[in-house]
């Protein structure tokens, strides 16, 4: 029996729009409990170093209010990991995270940050936070993750999804791959599998597909679709997109 897929929405870019003009709106809390009602089987937020779309009081309100899973993206800081520890969302998903990034380019560094990750990761799980870790899809992360004792990751389809868009069709199958077989070692590990970063209603129908993976975790473009056909329609045609393309799987 196939694994259902859960869609985590993430909420980021509503508070982009709102910082942009400066005061309260739009509330990336009323969206998350929109994106909730639409279908969202959780919300993800990223609370950044610099501040610049989520604030902390934004993340206290969705813990506070949120009737479904709460994914606290985060740098592993002294600064967060506290705030972390604080709030006790239902997941912390640990990136990385460079101030001059328009988005997060990349997986962590699991294998070279190794050590430094050992002691936020157990203040979490001691928090009662689930911990994910945000990593490529490949060999070497992937087992460090397992080691490291995390139980869950995110692997990074940005690099796939890319090649998609520029149609460029060798290097999409190549990545595809990649994913997949990342996916499938995981799961031998005793991973959960999530995936996120640049998916579209297309790419999402695909890598469903896959059916190791759990959960995908999807913003900018939902918040994008959503300025033009509305937030719920557009998590009604991503949640339609996941569905197909696990019952294709």
Do not use: Y
Not at 37 to 63: C, K, N, P, S, W
Not at 93 to 116: F, H, I, W, Y
Not at 181 to 190: C, H, K, S
């Amino acid at each position: 029996m196939r694994q259902a897929l859960r869609l985590g929405v993430n909420v980021d870019h509503v508070a982009t729009i709102r910082n942009a003009r400066g005061g309260e709106l739009p509330d990336p809390v009323r969206a998350a409990h929109l994106a909730i009602a639409a279908g969202a089987d959780g919300i993800t937020a990223h609370l950044r170093e610099d501040r610049r779309h989520i604030r902390d009081t934004d993340m206290a309100r969705l813990a506070a209010q949120l009737t479904r899973p709460l994914n606290f993206e985060m740098a592993a800081t002294e600064e967060m990991v506290t705030l972390a520890c604080r709030l006790r969302p239902h997941a912390a998903c640990l990136v990385p995270e460079k101030r001059e990034e328009r988005t997060t380019e990349g997986g962590l560094d699991v294998v070279g940050q190794a050590q430094a990750l050992e002691a936020p990761i157990a203040r979490l799980a001691a928090a009662g936070c689930r911990v994910s870790l945000f990593i490529e899809p490949d060999a070497a992360p992937i087992r460090m993750a397992a080691r490291l004792g995390a139980p869950v990751i995110e692997l990074h389809t940005g690099t796939w999804c890319h090649a998609v868009a520029a149609g460029d069709g060798d290097e999409a199958h190549r990545q595809f791959a990649r994913l997949a077989e990342g996916a499938r070692l995981a799961i031998a590990e005793g991973l959960e599998v999530h995936a996120g970063h640049g998916l579209d209603f297309d790419t999402a129908r695909d890598l469903a597909r896959v059916t190791e993976f759990a959960e995908f975790n999807i913003g900018h473009f939902l918040i994008g679709e959503a300025v033009f056909v509305g937030l719920e329609a557009a998590i009604a045609t991503m949640r339609r997109a996941m569905d197909e393309g696990r019952a294709a799987g």
